[in-house]
């Protein structure tokens, strides 16, 4: 064994080491790609649908090629042929320009033929990103229903936003107030009066030491629902 | 004549595999050398991922294999790393198990490597692993040094599962996501225990561990 504290041979060592390192984890990665990108969207899927329905994973990818239809559209309205909605990353579109934005939107239609426009989301929480799905009536004002992800959010405060009692709360409550202007609120803090539904329909009750990540939320549907605005505009007319 | 025989190196017997010795390096770690309560190691991802059993089980799952295997390469490694760059060594070898179990969660589980994606890089600066790597896997044997990576992932776990528990039984009112705190219990007026939820309860939880397994052992006073 050479001597192990020379210079040659640390210099040498650390070389080889390094490369046997990289080409195992690059190998490892490229090998599993296919897989880990699947997961990535039967992932997604199963989230778009959860917006709207409860779907087993296993059961997404059928439910989602039968009932739902991705459109991208413009924040100025109009629709773009060719784009493909669900490979948009919404992060990147929202560092864009606003009139060079590519927004997908997903319209669900339900065995009865009502239908459910899915609106992505894409926010900032408090560690890092957060994001979702809303889904509104045909209407454009109720809520379906919502399902919210975050990328680190704290176990038990913020990560909250991803459990069912958090997002239920969603369904049913309305975007905009009695005279058309915005006025979805996440509360501060959890235990706030919200019922009956009738005369609470914009509050939606917070989580107790997850203030930024709430309001983090609530930033997140305001920028959401004003990006479709404009198209919403030409729809219901 | 006499020295060169007193120089002669005494015949080693082959160690059995699973001889006392060994199977102390499995045992320590659970109570009288466990990780957390007496050498103190990794209490941050311990604060961080017992808010709930599941997430704890499998925590402790990844670092029993990091942790076995991390050593096992750092010591079939230990005559040939270099000594002034030891601790890159041994951290690339932590880093590329990692990376290498995340790669595989992400496309066999992917619901799991999403809860646990935070957690899993902090495995790369737990401790524990990086702390027996140089107190045991750099002057051992392989066999024994792997045995001891997966004692200590397995003392590690204990506190880790045994903390989750009592997080989620108080905090959630449920164990791996059943509810057994029976309905009647809350219209009576029972309360889930919202300090359970934060990491400061492991914090409390970890620290009355501690002193319950000292008090009833007192050659454990004062060792750290």
Redesign the interface.
Known sequence: ?AN??SNA??FT??TI??LI?AL??AG??TL?KP??DA??A??KKTQILNAVTTVE?EAADAAYAKSIKELVVKEDGSVIDGAVAFDLDLRKEYKKDASKRQLPLYVYTNDAGAKNYIIPLSGAGLWDAIGGFIALESDLNTIAGSSF?H??ET???GAEIATPWFQGQFKGRKFNDASKKYALDVLKGKGNKIEPIEQYANKVDGI??ATITCDGVENMLKKGYDSYAAYFKTITN | MSQTAEAKAPVQEKEPLFSPKNRRLLTDPLDENNPITIQVLGVCSAL??T??VY?ALVMSICVVLVCAFANLTISLLR???????RM??QL?VIA?LV??VN??L???V??LS?EL??YIGLIITNCIIMGRLEAFAMGNKPWPAFLDGVGNGLGYAAILLLVAVFREVF?AGTFLGFGIIPQFAYDMGYVNN?VM??PAAAMFLIGIFIWWQRSRNPKLVDVS
């Open positions: 064994m192990t504290n041979y640390t060592y650390a080491m390094t390192v195992a984890l490892v990665s599993l897989l880990q997961a990535r039967l992932d994973k992800n990328v680190g176990p038990g405060l107790s030491g | 961080a991922v808010a709930q997430p005559n040939s790393i270099p000594g002034r760059i890159i060594v690339v590329a990376t290498l790669e595989v992400a496309a066999f992917y619901d999403k994606s935070v905090g919202g939820v934060t």
